[in-house]
């Protein structure tokens, strides 16, 4: 007799229970498969199976009665099927997609309307007025607990883009889930709130974490911007040791060749059998001589005043980095000065670019006396090597 029983209920109740929710999952998918525009990235089965999940697991926990679970688990599968017809009043088209079907399969007729209330509940601002709604609210939010919240948010920004309904930056779209979060979601079910409250506070402050690490990225020097200064500042401090090494060797070997034209060859030019050598040796010596000047010239240093103007600091006219601007100003001037800069990041970025500049525009100037000076001792030296040859008469 107790078997008969339990037989009985299944075969009135459980059973056509199962065929509905399968008949229902079964359009939805469908629909949501065959019928949704491709840009709906996050709006889609995926979504749906997900709330399906979340919305049975709070009415097993909850032990909702059958036909209610029923009626917020075919909700739970149709509330979004007005996304196949567009996303303006997508919950009223659901509503309606929902009836025909429904209807179609000889639904009852207040359980439609109560599927109907279920779907309408999962509106943005719509405040739950019993358990089923509050059910289907949770589970609609169910990934804002959800480990992986930042990919499936992610989705509905590239979503609202492709739809062009609205376009976010990464931080606008942080600040906007960090307002809904903390301001306009709450979970209503008690299960939602035990269960689900930790997840969403800690993806509340990943938010906040990325937030603040992004402002904090903007508020101090880019490193990569750092790299490049300080090595452009390196290369150029290394090329200019270079030009002065380089401009030293010529001065060394041209004062090595005046010397010992000055001590050999010279004295000796008053004999009359040394006159053919005269000229050579003159060229040598001035050529030499030449060389020296601008191997000197690549190497002399320049100073500016080592003063500069209150004007010229508002303006932004004199860079603080170079000592030729400073040296003759006392050091509370300087201080001053310094410290007016550092309080602005592009001020800093100025002066650096201005040091720079300065930098590449006096090795410009070393390089091309340097570049003089080899050629005036290249052409000297065979010059002076061909006059010798010709005074001895080998050419």
Known sequence: ????????????????????????????????????????????????E???????????????????????IIAAWLHDLGYTKGNEVHEETSCQITKNFLTQQNYDVEKIDAVIQVIMATK???????LMEEIIKDADSYHFSDENFSKISELLQQELQLLGIAEYTTEQWREKNIEVLNNKHQYYTSFA???????????INELIRKTQKAKNKQENPDRGVQTLFRVSLRNHIQLSAIADTKANILLSINAIIISLALSNLIPKLDSPSNQHLIIPTLVLVVFSVVSVIFAVLSTKPNLSSGKFTREDLDNRNVNLLFFGNFHKMKYEEYEDAVMEMIQERDYIYESMTKDLHSLGTVLAKKYRL?????YVFLFGLIISVLTFGLSFGLI
């Not at 943005?124 to 019993?130: G, I």
């Not at 340097?370 to 080899?374: G, M, Q």
């Open 1 to 48: 007799m107790f078997n008969f029983v339990i037989l009985y209920e299944i075969s009135t109740y459980a059973l056509p229970q199962v065929m509905i929710i399968d008949k229902v999952s079964e359009y939805a998918k469908n629909l949501l498969t065959t019928k949704l525009d491709k840009n709906y990235l996050y709006h889609n089965l995926i979504h749906t």
């Open 50 to 72: 997900r709330v399906v999940n979340a919305a049975k697991t709070i009415c097993e926990a909850l032990e909702v009665s059958p036909s209610e679970q029923e009626i917020i």
């Open 124 to 130: 943005m601002d719509h405040k739950p007025t019993n």
């Open 193 to 203: 709130r035990e269960n689900w409250g930790l997840g969403k506070l800690n993806n």
């Open 370 to 374: 340097l570049r003089i000076t080899y």
